[in-house]
T-cell receptor, first 118, second 114 residues
Framework: AQSVTQPDARVTVSEGASLQLRCKYSSSVTPYLFWYVQYPRQGLQLLLKYYSGDPVVQGVNGFEAEFSKSNSSFHLRKASVHWSDSAVYFCAVSMGGMQQGTGSKLSFGKGAKLTVSP | NSKVIQTPRYLVKGQGQKAKMRCIPEKGHPVVFWYQQNKNNEFKFLINFQNQEVLQQIDMTEKRFSAECPSNSPCSLEIQSSEAGDSALYLC????????????FGSGTRLTVL
C-alpha cells in the first residue's frame, strides 16, 4: 500500500517570497502524483499532476512540482507567493492504471497549511 | 474549475438521525468517489462507483452508510443513524473512465452531528 508524508504541517511565508512544500511517498512502484489545494470552506482543487516524463510539471497559478524517483519525493514550489495562496495544500498518490479494477483511489498526506503574511 | 455539484453545503443532525447528501458528478464522468475528511485533515475513502456499479467500499460503509449512483439522478450518500464521530466534510469526486486518474472534487457537505 502507498502512503504520503507531508512533514511541514504549517508554513508561513511573506508575500513575494518563494515557497516549497515537501511531499514524500512510499510505494513499491512509481505512483501517479498530485497536488491539491483547499481554500477555507471549499473542496479540493487540482493544482498539478505527474504521470510520467519530464519530472518538473507546471500547474495553475504559477505552481510547479518536481518528481524525484531516487528520493521518492514530489515537492511543490512557487517562485513568488501571493496572499491569496493562503490555503491548505495536499499531496496525494494513486496507483493509477495498476488498480483499474478498484477505481484507483487516492491516498492523501495530512496537508500543509500555508499562511502568506503581508 | 470543478463541475462536481454537492448539496447541501451544510447538514446538521442529531445522533441517531439519518443524514443524506447528494452529488452530481461532472458530465461525462462515470467514476464517482466519496471521501470523508475529518477535522485533522485525514481522508478516508468510503466508496466508489463506475456508472451504477459499486467498485469498492470500506467495511464501515457497509454497516451504517449506504450510497448509490442511479442513472439520470444524483449520486447520494446516506448515514442511517448518525454518530458524533461522523461529523466531517464529505467530499464527492468524479473522473473519466479508462486510464485517466485525475479526480475532480466538489465543495463538499459539512456534516455536524450534535
Amino acid at each position: 500500500a502507498q502512503s504520503v508524508t507531508q512533514p511541514d504541517a504549517r508554513v508561513t511565508v511573506s508575500e513575494g517570497a518563494s515557497l516549497q512544500l515537501r511531499c514524500k511517498y512510499s510505494s513499491s512502484v512509481t505512483p501517479y502524483l498530485f497536488w491539491y489545494v483547499q481554500y477555507p470552506r471549499q473542496g479540493l482543487q487540482l493544482l498539478l499532476k505527474y504521470y510520467s516524463g519530464d519530472p518538473v510539471v507546471q500547474g495553475v497559478n504559477g505552481f510547479e512540482a518536481e518528481f524525484s524517483k531516487s528520493n521518492s519525493s514530489f515537492h511543490l514550489r512557487k517562485a513568488s507567493v501571493h496572499w491569496s495562496d493562503s490555503a491548505v495544500y495536499f499531496c496525494a498518490v494513486s496507483m493509477g492504471g495498476m488498480q483499474q479494477g478498484t477505481g484507483s483511489k487516492l491516498s492523501f498526506g495530512k496537508g500543509a497549511k500555508l499562511t502568506v503574511s503581508p | 474549475n470543478s463541475k462536481v455539484i454537492q448539496t447541501p453545503r451544510y447538514l446538521v443532525k442529531g445522533q441517531g438521525q439519518k443524514a443524506k447528501m447528494r452529488c452530481i458528478p461532472e458530465k461525462g464522468h462515470p467514476v464517482v468517489f466519496w471521501y470523508q475528511q475529518n477535522k485533522n485533515n485525514e481522508f478516508k475513502f468510503l466508496i466508489n462507483f463506475q456508472n451504477q456499479e459499486v467498485l469498492q467500499q470500506i467495511d464501515m460503509t457497509e454497516k451504517r452508510f449506504s450510497a448509490e449512483c442511479p442513472s439520470n439522478s444524483p449520486c447520494s450518500l446516506e448515514i442511517q443513524s448518525s454518530e458524533a464521530g461522523d461529523s466531517a466534510l464529505y467530499l464527492c469526486a468524479s473522473r473519466t473512465g479508462g486510464c485517466a486518474e485525475t479526480l475532480y472534487f466538489g465543495s463538499g457537505t459539512r456534516l455536524t452531528v450534535l
